[in-house]
Protein backbone atom coordinates (compact mmCIF):
# COMPACT_ATOMS: atom_id res chain seq x y z
CA UNK A 1 0.00 0.00 0.00
CA UNK A 2 1.35 3.19 -0.64
CA UNK A 3 -0.10 6.73 0.49
CA UNK A 4 0.80 9.89 -1.47
CA UNK A 5 -0.05 12.72 0.81
CA UNK A 6 -0.38 16.77 -0.33
CA UNK A 7 -1.78 19.84 0.27
CA UNK A 8 0.99 21.34 2.63
CA UNK A 9 2.43 24.66 2.54
CA UNK A 10 3.26 27.81 4.07
CA UNK A 11 -0.04 30.06 5.46
CA UNK A 12 -0.55 33.11 7.70
CA UNK A 13 -1.91 32.42 10.71
CA UNK A 14 -6.18 32.21 10.19
CA UNK A 15 -5.49 30.82 6.85
CA UNK A 16 -6.66 27.45 5.57
CA UNK A 17 -5.27 24.25 3.75
CA UNK A 18 -6.98 21.26 2.43
CA UNK A 19 -4.85 18.06 2.53
CA UNK A 20 -5.55 14.98 0.29
CA UNK A 21 -3.62 11.53 0.63
CA UNK A 22 -4.69 9.42 -2.28
CA UNK A 23 -4.04 5.22 -1.11
CA UNK A 24 -3.07 2.86 -3.75
CA UNK A 25 -3.48 -0.67 -2.78
CA UNK A 26 -6.44 -0.48 -0.76
CA UNK A 27 -9.46 0.82 -0.09
CA UNK A 28 -10.09 4.04 2.23
CA UNK A 29 -13.79 2.55 2.11
CA UNK A 30 -12.98 -0.40 4.04
CA UNK A 31 -10.31 1.18 6.55
CA UNK A 32 -10.73 3.49 10.06
CA UNK A 33 -8.66 6.20 8.70
CA UNK A 34 -6.34 8.87 10.53
CA UNK A 35 -4.81 12.13 10.05
CA UNK A 36 -1.49 12.55 12.04
CA UNK A 37 0.74 15.42 12.65
CA UNK A 38 4.33 15.28 13.49
CA UNK A 39 5.71 18.68 14.75
CA UNK A 40 9.85 18.90 15.18
CA UNK A 41 11.27 17.74 18.42
CA UNK A 42 7.59 16.17 19.39
CA UNK A 43 6.48 12.79 18.58
CA UNK A 44 3.77 11.88 15.93
CA UNK A 45 0.31 12.54 16.88
CA UNK A 46 -3.50 11.52 16.04
CA UNK A 47 -5.67 14.98 15.21
CA UNK A 48 -8.49 13.08 13.50
CA UNK A 49 -9.78 10.16 12.82
CA UNK A 50 -12.74 8.59 10.50
CA UNK A 51 -14.32 5.32 10.37
CA UNK A 52 -15.93 3.58 7.53
CA UNK A 53 -19.44 4.34 8.87
CA UNK A 54 -18.65 7.71 8.68
CA UNK A 55 -18.22 8.72 11.96
CA UNK A 56 -15.34 10.91 13.68
CA UNK A 57 -13.43 11.79 16.08
CA UNK A 58 -10.83 15.18 16.68
CA UNK A 59 -7.94 15.99 18.97
CA UNK A 60 -9.50 18.98 21.23
CA UNK A 61 -6.71 21.27 19.70
CA UNK A 62 -8.33 20.89 16.48
CA UNK A 63 -11.99 20.10 17.01
CA UNK A 64 -13.83 22.84 15.37
CA UNK A 65 -11.29 24.08 13.25
CA UNK A 66 -10.21 20.47 11.29
CA UNK A 67 -12.91 18.41 8.94
CA UNK A 68 -11.71 14.68 7.48
CA UNK A 69 -13.23 13.47 5.03
CA UNK A 70 -13.22 11.02 2.30
CA UNK A 71 -13.93 10.46 -1.62
CA UNK A 72 -14.07 7.01 -2.07
CA UNK A 73 -14.37 6.96 -5.51
CA UNK A 74 -11.07 8.71 -5.44
CA UNK A 75 -9.68 6.49 -3.04
CA UNK A 76 -8.56 9.93 -1.20
CA UNK A 77 -8.62 11.11 2.41
CA UNK A 78 -8.70 14.73 3.22
CA UNK A 79 -8.21 17.12 6.03
CA UNK A 80 -9.62 20.48 5.46
CA UNK A 81 -7.96 22.86 8.17
CA UNK A 82 -9.61 26.22 8.97
CA UNK A 83 -8.43 28.97 11.16
CA UNK A 84 -4.80 27.41 11.15
CA UNK A 85 -2.31 28.27 14.08
CA UNK A 86 1.88 28.47 14.66
CA UNK A 87 0.90 25.28 16.91
CA UNK A 88 -0.39 23.32 13.70
CA UNK A 89 2.72 23.04 12.34
CA UNK A 90 3.90 19.76 11.42
CA UNK A 91 4.28 17.03 8.84
CA UNK A 92 1.15 15.73 8.33
CA UNK A 93 0.33 12.42 7.47
CA UNK A 94 -2.52 9.51 6.61
CA UNK A 95 -2.48 6.29 7.52
CA UNK A 96 -5.11 3.75 8.55
CA UNK A 97 -5.30 3.38 12.53
CA UNK A 98 -4.66 -0.24 12.73
CA UNK A 99 -1.97 -2.63 11.73
CA UNK A 100 -0.73 0.80 10.17
CA UNK A 101 0.61 0.79 6.40
CA UNK A 102 4.27 2.55 5.42
CA UNK A 103 4.33 5.83 6.44
CA UNK A 104 5.25 7.74 3.10
CA UNK A 105 6.56 11.16 3.07
CA UNK A 106 3.93 13.10 4.66
CA UNK A 107 3.01 16.49 3.40
CA UNK A 108 4.51 19.85 5.36
CA UNK A 109 2.40 22.61 7.05
CA UNK A 110 3.96 25.89 8.09
CA UNK A 111 2.18 28.60 9.71
CA UNK A 112 3.35 31.89 9.69
CA UNK A 113 2.37 34.20 13.21
Known amino acids: VQLQASGGGLVHTGESLRLSCAISGDLVSANSMGWYRQAPGKEREEVAR???????VYADSVKGRFTISSDNAKNTVYLQMNSLKPTDAGIYYC????????WGQGTQVTVSS
Open 95 to 102: NRLMAQWD
Open 50 to 56: MHPIGST
